[in-house]
């Protein structure tokens, strides 16, 4: 079985310091990664994900996130928030051994102060 | 291209009452995965169907049951709705079975009275 566990569910930043989201893994597989954002009311749109190529994962609007096997992590950075970036974001895992369904975890409501 | 588009947007039952939620999944996706986000937790898998058979199954009672249709749209079934069952539900399409990345739509807040 796979699991998520989501280290923080608030942080907060002010605007212009550096965000990281923090996210360990558990899997029996080799594990597909990925992180996805919610905005109020919204539904989830990819931020980046990881599927056994490069272990550091470039995304959209800045983000990046590095596959730490070892460490079995996959935190989420950015290194200067926007206000835009205030939302819910979600770290999911996912293995084609048990049809590539995605466990996500508990989120993270990312706060940006200005 | 059009995106995963689901229907109603918003919808309100009483308890003991039967709901559908419809979803149309992105242009060339054959697979359809439906979620389940309760309140301030993250989305949860109810199933997923590829080429009009459930493939895979959360833990949900069989009071949840789906279709696909032959152009891949599908539909969520819940039958004697429960407090419980207060959740915005959230379908999410790909290319194919198998294919990690999904593609969700925006939701369908259900609310059971």
């Known amino acids: 079985a796979q699991s998520v566990t989501q280290l923080d569910s608030h942080v907060s930043v002010s605007e212009g310091t550096p965000v990281l989201l923090r996210c360990n893994y558990s899997?029996?597989?080799?594990?597909?990664l990925f992180w996805y954002v919610q905005h109020p009311n919204k539904g989830l749109q990819l931020l980046l994900k990881y599927t056994s190529a490069a272990t550091l994962v470039k995304g959209i609007n800045g983000f990046e996130a590095e596959f730490k096997k070892s460490e079995t992590s996959f935190h989420l950075t950015k290194p200067s928030a926007h206000m835009s970036d205030a939302a819910e974001y979600f770290c999911v895992v996912s293995v084609r051994e048990y049809g590539n369904k995605l466990v996500f975890g508990a989120g993270t409501i990312l706060r940006v102060k200005s | 291209e059009t995106g995963v588009t689901q229907s109603p947007t918003h919808l309100i039952k009483t308890r003991g009452q039967q709901v559908t939620l419809r979803c149309s999944s992105q242009s060339g996706h054959n697979t359809v995965s439906w979620y389940q986000q309760a309140l301030g937790q993250g989305p949860q898998f109810i199933f997923q169907y590829y080429r009009e058979e459930e493939n895979g199954r959360g833990n949900f009672p069989p009071r949840f049951s789906g279709l696909q249709f032959p152009n891949y749209s599908s539909e969520l079934n819940v039958n004697a709705l429960e407090l419980d069952d207060s959740a915005l539900y959230l379908c999410a399409s790909s290319p194919r079975t198998g294919y990690g990345e999904q593609f969700f739509g925006p939701g369908t807040r259900l609310t059971v009275l």
């Open positions: 899997s029996s597989y080799s594990p597909s």
